[in-house]
């Protein structure tokens, strides 16, 4: 029932979702604009941080992945519908690890006060919007299948080196 | 030499593969009975724990993957080949990772007595079987490249979240 | 923008990818040279480690990549480009794990003296060369976004199983 014309549309949302995650990870906060739809929403930690427009979400995103936090998000197993002829949605699974080098006032229930390791994973919950021929995220959610936080004295004899570049070439 | 229609035929694959993974995660067991060929076999763990037919397999699961198996294994790296009009066959790399919050009697000889990580990586050795137009898992085995198991008392300071939807959207 | 024709050779193009990390992860060093252009160009950790040629780039992934190196890498979201009728460029997310158990001499500087396990993740920068109808890499480097070093002391309680078929079937 797939047919090539499906292909392509997957393909390109499939880009969306590598420039999604790199803006994320490499903090390029230009780069998660243009991956947003002007009247997204997001709600993210199964609705616990949600936000209406790409304005508040990428200041939402920027207040709690700051330089202090050290972090590989990847989405895998994507399962996309094309839901009319400018929109899809769909799911991917979600993993992350991220490691904390100072604290997190965003993050205040947490409790991060440098030093912890995060990981977990989940599932992005998402829908998609074709604008002038580019497929833009108009809904992204995460639910979790778990969080784990691993704090400090249990990670002595622990050396985290963190390039500035972040993945990318200078 | 890849053509189209096969990438046609690979899409539906990984579609497949996307569905068993979440089968395997969410503890949805119906949805794992669906990738399932009637008379597939599994072969976990290198062979050391083999099942033959849909029931005996989803069975097998069902007693290694209990609520207390807390886990997110992905696949990538397809390397698939279409083996015949209805029949392909292939690799993925696997990884998994997965807690422990109760013993788990199924998988006796790791000793699991509830507050171990475990994690592991390998390939997945996979057949399939296109029916009435849907692919489906005739063959799938694993071995492994490494496992590790750490166990409670290098794992103080660490604290477990459970989402109960396992990702899924309630 | 996306063509039929681009969806192929992405197809073809991350099936090499796939099998160098195969190669990498099950030493197959001859596997590895398959993937290599003659006159490929290597820059790994940001450039530290460059090497010229196909036969110097397995030479030193083999001093690197011992029997002790025991490791699982991952490469997913690509972003590729056709750049001409036989050449492409991409970038991949990098996620890596791997265990040492045993020194590393070639690896001097990390202080490698057995039992460490090391994370990292990062960016693939890679070029592609199509000869004689089969996709090879021309040149392939990585820049880290972290890499972390757990140490002995800290891994008690700790149990690594090697297959030595590292996910091979025997």
Known sequence: MTTLGDLIEFQEISEL?????RALDTQDWDLMEVCLAE???AWFNGGKFTRHGRQAIVQFLREVITPGFVGSHIAVHPELTLTGANTAKGI???QEIAYFTEPSPALADMHIVGGEEMRGAGYYHEEYLKEDG??????????RIFQIIERKPARADIELTVEPARGMRR
């Open 17 to 21: 979702k590598a420039r999604y995650v």
């Open 39 to 41: 009247n997204a929403i």
């Open 92 to 94: 991917w699974r979600m």
């Open 134 to 143: 580019s497929w833009k995220l108009s809904s992204i959610g995460v639910v």
